[in-house]
């Protein structure tokens, strides 16, 4: 059922400060995860409204993270880490979607530890996700962004609720040759551009630019895209979005029909919003028509390679609701 009040959108952030060396002894550790070998961990996850939430502990405190491919970094969450504010402030303003993000910090992080990943001298950066938090009711640690996942590639699995890590070289060829039992049945490349991944398809066979982001909770859709496009964008309501600064607008939400990104990749009728991205595409240097999140991935269990730059698709059971 739609939600009738205010819808979160969380929004990617650019930020490029120069970071303070600050060492987080404890790593990140996340309790939930099955390691199925030295290369491959499952990680089971909840979704949050349309969020994928998962569990870790970092820092004595445990609580949830929020998977997004949208965002650069590793986020870590002011309201859990205001210790990490003793060593360096900055007062520039980092570019977000709908508007700016003010009072960010950067920090470097020596060690991130998955289970028996290790991943070192990573950075993170510092933001004041309260507002977040309180409307989803989640103890919000941060968010884990494109710097932590790049190296993996990663199964996103709304039918068994997992995600699913595994290592890969610097052509992208995992290192684990046997990490999935279900059969993949398509491919598509990507673009990445910075850390987005952006597809080439068609809205009504008008040729489409569109990134594809994890923690979208809602489809987006560009006001100034063609009309032969938004013949097919139904509109059904007027909703209040709230971006990463806590900052609201009003979008028109509907229906979007005939959306394809190959022959055989295409979609039923995805819940989406109409809105203006010209700001995000100001702020990364793109030139997008429109962002596909949670509305694709609950059609495609999708394999993300960002080393190759490919999407890889799984099909439902036969009985998937």
């Known amino acids: 059922m739609l939600r009738q009040l205010i819808a979160i959108l969380i929004l990617t952030i650019n930020i490029n400060f120069a970071h303070a060396t600050y060492d987080l002894?404890?790593?990140?550790?996340?309790?939930?995860?099955?390691?199925?070998?030295?290369?491959?961990?499952?990680?089971?996850?909840?979704?949050?409204?349309?969020?994928i939430v998962v569990k870790a502990e970092i820092l004595n405190e445990t609580g949830n993270f929020i998977i997004d491919t949208g965002s650069e970094t590793l986020i870590l969450n002011k309201v859990h880490f205001s210790n990490l504010y003793s060593y360096q402030k900055n007062n520039k303003t980092a570019s977000g979607i709908m508007h700016s993000v003010e009072n960010s910090y950067n920090k470097h992080i020596k060690e991130f530890k998955l289970q028996n990943f290790k991943l070192e001298n990573k950075n993170s950066d510092v933001i004041d996700l309260s507002h977040i938090e309180k409307s989803k009711k989640?103890?919000?640690?941060?968010?884990?962004?494109?710097?932590?996942?790049?190296?993996?590639?990663?199964?996103?699995?709304?039918?068994l609720n997992q995600i699913t890590l595994t290592?890969?070289?610097?052509?992208?060829?995992?290192?684990?040759?046997?990490?999935?039992?279900?059969?993949?049945?398509?491919s598509l490349n990507f673009n990445l551009k910075h850390h987005t991944i952006v597809v080439n398809g068609t809205i009504n066979n008008v040729k489409v630019r569109l990134g594809i982001d994890t923690a979208a909770e809602f489809n987006q859709i560009n006001k100034s895209i063609s009309k032969k496009a938004l013949k097919y964008f139904i509109p059904k309501k007027r909703l209040k979005l709230t971006g990463i600064s806590?900052?609201?607008?009003?979008?028109?939400?509907?229906?979007?029909?005939?959306?394809?990104?190959?022959?055989?990749?295409?979609?039923?009728?995805?819940?989406?919003?109409?809105?203006?991205?010209?700001?995000?595409?100001?702020?990364?240097?793109?030139?997008?028509?429109?962002?596909?999140?949670?509305?694709?991935?609950?059609?495609?269990?999708?394999?993300?390679?960002?080393?190759?730059?490919?999407?890889?698709?799984?099909?439902?059971?036969?009985?998937?609701q």
């Open 138 to 159: 989640i103890k919000l640690l941060g968010v884990i962004g494109y710097s932590i996942l790049k190296d993996y590639e990663i199964f996103v699995d709304m039918h």
């Open 25 to 51: 002894k404890n790593p990140i550790l996340f309790t939930q995860a099955e390691v199925l070998n030295e290369y491959t961990t499952r990680i089971p996850f909840k979704l949050v409204d349309h969020l």
């Open 246 to 320: 806590n900052k609201k607008i009003e979008v028109l939400a509907g229906k979007l029909h005939r959306v394809k990104l190959s022959e055989k990749t295409y979609f039923g009728p995805m819940f989406t919003v109409l809105t203006n991205l010209s700001k995000m595409n100001e702020a990364f240097g793109t030139n997008l028509d429109g962002v596909l999140g949670y509305e694709f991935f609950a059609q495609k269990r999708t394999i993300i390679n960002y080393q190759k730059e490919k999407l890889y698709f799984i099909n439902y059971p036969l009985n998937h």
């Open 167 to 186: 290592k890969v070289n610097a052509l992208g060829d995992k290192l684990d040759k046997h990490v999935y039992l279900e059969k993949i049945v398509d």
